[in-house]
């Protein structure tokens, strides 16, 4: 079956400090991969979407970025994190219309 | 804006109620669907209905779709306290990308 691994679940990282967010896929093959922010008790924000490896599109310009060194890898990254950053980031992947979450990751800037 | 408007924002009701949630949009779509998140946690997927479809049913879950009116709705029947969530809808038009809406907060007291 398939399954989706994000990690961190949480962290607190120093404004200014670099980050990686990492999401991997089993059980699936050439999926669409996906990175969304939300904000405490609101909705969802598509910030990077990847239909193939080395294929990423931006959804919004800030200072993150994403990449898909593999087929089932996908990893969100910051080379210096602002207080705004904070947020809940939810990876997810697609195959034939349907989405699938993983679990979650709590980042906190201080 | 592609984006998904659900409503109300927030629904509180008693257990064994109906919850009715709608969702209503600005582009032609692939598909819509509805998923659920429990507080802190990831995304879970309800249902998928496409455009050609006008009503779907999966256990007390029944979801309508009116292309007409670029709207669509759930509802849950005989709800339980279990059911207290987030509810979203997603959107899907043409492109790989799912574009959710701002979520209604769903209460179901005991």
């Known amino acids: 079956s398939q399954t989706i691994h994000q990690w961190p679940a949480t962290l607190v990282q120093p404004v200014g400090s670099p980050l990686s967010l990492e999401c991997t896929v089993e059980?699936?093959?050439?999926?669409?991969l996906y990175w969304y922010r939300q904000a405490a008790g609101r909705g969802l924000q598509l910030l990077f979407y990847?239909?193939?490896?080395?294929?990423i599109s931006s959804e919004v310009p800030q200072n993150l970025s994403a990449s898909r060194p593999q087929d089932r890898q996908f990893i969100l990254s910051s080379k210096k994190l602002l207080l705004s950053d904070s947020g809940f980031y939810l990876c997810?992947?697609?195959?034939?219309?349907?989405?699938?979450f993983g679990e979650g990751s709590w980042l906190t800037v201080v | 804006s592609q984006q998904g408007e659900e409503d109300p924002q927030a629904l509180s009701i008693q257990e064994g109620e109906n919850a009715t949630m709608n969702c209503s949009y600005k582009?032609?779509?692939?598909?819509l669907q509805w998923y659920r998140q429990n507080s802190g946690r990831g995304l879970v997927h309800l249902i998928l209905?496409?455009?050609?479809?006008r009503e779907k049913h999966s256990g007390r879950l029944r979801v309508t779709l009116d292309t007409s009116k670029k709207s669509s709705s759930l509802l849950i029947t005989a709800s339980r306290a279990a059911d207290t969530a987030s509810y979203f809808c997603?959107?899907?038009?043409?492109?790989?990308?799912?574009?959710f809406g701002t979520g209604t907060r769903l209460k179901v007291l005991a």
């Open positions: 997603a959107l899907t038009s043409g492109t790989y990308k799912y574009i």
């Open positions: 990847s239909v193939g490896i080395g294929q």
């Open positions: 997810a992947w697609s195959v034939r219309d349907r989405g699938y």
């Open positions: 209905i496409r455009s050609n479809e």
């Open positions: 582009t032609s779509i692939n598909n």
């Open positions: 059980g699936t093959s050439n999926p669409n």
